[in-house]
């Protein structure tokens, strides 16, 4: 009796130290950008206070801040639309890449057609691209899309074709041996090797389409925090602009955690081993 008392206990204490074992290994590994953003904060705002620099020129961070929470509920309207233009447009670049990479996977003629225009559609300077989408299509949604889906397309579609290509052949040919067919081993083999180097691509690509969003807007648009950001600047409103720039990076990081979030429900064996270390293991685990 007393054994199956303490058995439960000690299995509560082993999770529980694992658990904090982990949240220690991120925050040390967190700590050193930490460290360096609050530096260079500090040295920003201890500029600002001894130079005497006009706010229009150089806001201090304190400034940003104040200003900010200020006039926060017209930058969070802007946000809202910058946000909504990323994910629509986020979305049509992941079902293109998803489907043309399928395609590409499944016939070695598209994949010889195809991945040459992936490549070559990454020589097409956006900065120019985008001014001809809103001449083409207006101040709507549709330009907007178009900028993010060239912004994105392209490392994802790539992600996903290299994924597939990098497949180990023997266990696609075992499943062959026992009669499975090519969409079988496409769905057991080739699609769950795939995922670790999609996420690593989706990652990249999330934060492209929150930039795209942006400067499409930039370009011409109705709302949006890159047309906020345009506004204010065009009013010598830099401390608006700098408080615009930190909440678009706040929606980037959000977006980039939220990938991580994805995969882990997803495929959490693409997670990579490196974030576990030997001595965090369950204990009775086998190395």
Same mark, same amino acid.
């Given at each position: 009796? @007393?054994?199956?008392? +303490? ?65 926060? @509920? ?19 670049? +992941?079902? &293109? ?19 040459? +225009? ?103 648009? @109705?709302?949006? &925090? ?31 955690? $939220? ?11 693409? $997670? ?16």
């Amino acid at each position: 009796m @007393t054994i199956e008392r +303490l058995e439960p206990g000690s299995s509560d204490t082993g999770v529980t130290a694992d658990r904090s074992s982990a949240v220690r290994r991120r925050v040390n590994r967190a700590l050193p950008a930490i460290v360096v953003a609050v530096t260079l904060v500090a040295v920003w705002q201890f500029y600002v206070m001894v130079s005497g620099i006009r706010p229009q020129v150089l806001p201090s961070p304190a400034r940003v801040l104040q200003q900010g929470w200020a006039h926060r @509920t017209d930058i969070a309207g802007h946000a809202a639309a910058t946000l909504q233009v990323t994910i629509v447009g986020f979305a049509v670049s +992941l079902t &293109l890449a998803w489907a043309l990479a399928i395609a590409v996977d499944f016939s070695p003629w598209l994949r010889r057609a195809f991945v040459p +225009l992936f490549v070559a559609s990454q020589t097409l300077p956006i900065i120019a691209i985008a001014p001809l989408m809103i001449i083409w299509f207006g101040f709507g949604l549709l330009p907007k899309i178009l900028v993010i889906a060239l912004a994105t397309f392209f490392p994802m579609a790539i992600g996903l074709i290299e994924g597939f290509a990098a497949t180990d052949r023997e266990a696609g040919a075992l499943l062959r041996s026992m009669g499975a067919t090519r969409w079988q081993v496409f769905r057991y083999v080739r699609l769950p090797s795939a995922l670790p180097r999609f996420f690593t691509s989706l990652r990249i690509g999330i934060t492209y389409a929150v930039v795209g969003a942006v400067f499409a807007e930039y370009v011409g648009a @109705t709302s949006g &925090l890159g047309i906020y950001m345009a506004t204010q600047k065009n009013s010598f409103r830099t401390d608006l602009v700098l408080a615009a720039v930190l909440v678009t990076a706040i929606v980037s990081l959000v977006l980039y955690l $939220l990938t991580y979030v994805a995969e882990r429900m997803i495929a959490p064996w693409a $997670l990579s081993t490196e974030n576990r270390a030997p001595e965090n293991r369950p204990t009775g685990s086998r190395a």
